[in-house]
């Protein structure tokens, strides 16, 4: 299993932009699915959480800004991130529960830049 993020990149701040995280390989079902943030200096962050369900959790810095979905025919996580600023600036870290013949693990995405600057 692999998750591949992908969508930052540079963007003014007000700006928007979409991440996207794919999940490809053999499995079961997904349940949980995460977006972390990891800022220069800082500790990786939870930015939002979607369960299998569709119930949604937001840190309280993104919250009425950023918006978490997911496409369980796609295996497909996204984060619409609007009115972004610079304090947004991060490796945005996409992680998910899945569950195999076996077992259930967690799997994160390699991370993708966003950079929010003018």
């Known amino acids: 299993v692999q998750l591949q993020a992908s969508g930052g990149g540079l963007v003014q701040p007000g700006g928007s932009l979409r991440l996207s995280c794919a999940a490809s390989?053999?499995?079961?079902?997904?349940?949980?699915m995460a977006w972390y943030r990891q800022a220069p200096g800082k500790q990786r962050e939870l930015v939002a959480r979607?369960?299998?369900?569709?119930?949604?959790n937001y840190a309280d810095s993104v919250d009425g800004r950023f918006t978490i979905s997911r496409d369980n025919a796609k295996n497909t996580m996204y984060l619409q991130m609007n009115s972004l600023k610079p304090e947004d600036t991060a490796v945005y870290y996409c992680?998910?529960?899945?569950?195999?013949?076996?077992?259930?693990?967690?799997?994160w995405g390699r991370g993708t830049l966003v950079t929010v600057s003018s």
């Open positions: 992680k998910m529960s899945i569950r195999s013949e076996i077992r259930t693990s967690i799997y």
């Open positions: 390989g053999s499995f079961f079902s997904i349940n949980d």
């Open positions: 979607i369960g299998s369900g569709g119930n949604t």
